[in-house]
């Protein structure tokens, strides 16, 4: 895909994890109030760094939908976990990424702008946290 000129971007920050877990809480918060008007009558693509149950992305889209009256909506992502979707039936909301840079396993990973409740995102490279990690209150 080419991008022609006159397109824009902007920011939303939008998690399903909330404080010191790897495991996401279900409920979606968004960062900020969004104005959804700048997106009406256009194509969207959203940028992602993983996508893993698909619960932000499932709550997200929709949204973005309703209010914005895109006139489509796609998804890219640096990192796309592989899941055991008949395993893990009740938490998967079966949300993929047309564009995806990476696949990887089904672990927790911080580094290179991942966290683990604020920490980690300084790492140059992707790594699966360790117990200690998580154990980690970021105190020296």
């Not at 089904?106 to 683990?116: E, T, V």
């Not at 490279?125 to 200690?132: E, G, L, N, T, Y």
Request: aromatic share 10%; glycine share 8%; charged share 30%.
């Amino acid at each position: 895909m080419k991008l022609k000129q006159g397109f824009t971007y902007e920011f939303i920050r939008a998690s399903s994890y909330l404080g010191a877990t790897t495991d996401t809480s279900g409920d979606v918060k968004l960062s900020k109030e969004f104005d959804f008007d700048t997106l009406v009558d256009r194509h969207v693509v959203l940028i992602e760094d993983i996508v893993d149950t698909g619960t932000t992305l499932a709550r997200l889209i929709p949204v973005i939908q309703e209010r914005g009256k895109t006139k489509s909506i796609e998804v890219c992502t640096l990192l796309e976990k592989r899941i055991d979707h008949e395993r893990h039936r009740s938490e998967i909301i079966l949300t993929k990424a047309k564009y995806s840079g990476f696949s990887i396993p089904n672990k927790f990973i911080i580094g290179f702008g991942l966290d683990y409740n604020e920490l980690y995102r300084d790492l140059l490279d992707i790594w699966v946290i360790s117990k200690a990690g998580v154990e980690f209150d970021g105190k020296l």
